[in-house]
């Protein structure tokens, strides 16, 4: 059973459904920081799949593992993330 992680606020817009592979063979740290009263960050190993829930106006940023500190990979729009869950 998969889990959804955690839910936008929706006073504003409907959430919608993403779905994030981490397709690399390093841990990614993934974040959506751009939106007023909420912060998301998790933790993605290799190859794990996390679907979470965001604002379709929201940007996924995914910052790779260093030894000192994390780089900025990738800036994702969560649009693009979209699960297609019709039946």
Known sequence: ???IISSP???REIP???CYVNATSEIQVIRIVDLTS???ERAVFPG???LFEA????ELEVHTGMTIGSILADKI???HLQVD???
């Open 77 to 79: 729009s969560c649009l």
């Open 38 to 40: 909420y912060y998301f």
């Open 16 to 18: 919608i459904l993403c």
């Open 1 to 3: 059973m998969t889990k």
């Open 48 to 50: 794990q799949r996390l």
């Open 85 to 87: 869950n019709s039946n």
């Open 55 to 58: 604002l379709p106006n929201a």
């Open 9 to 11: 606020p929706a006073d």
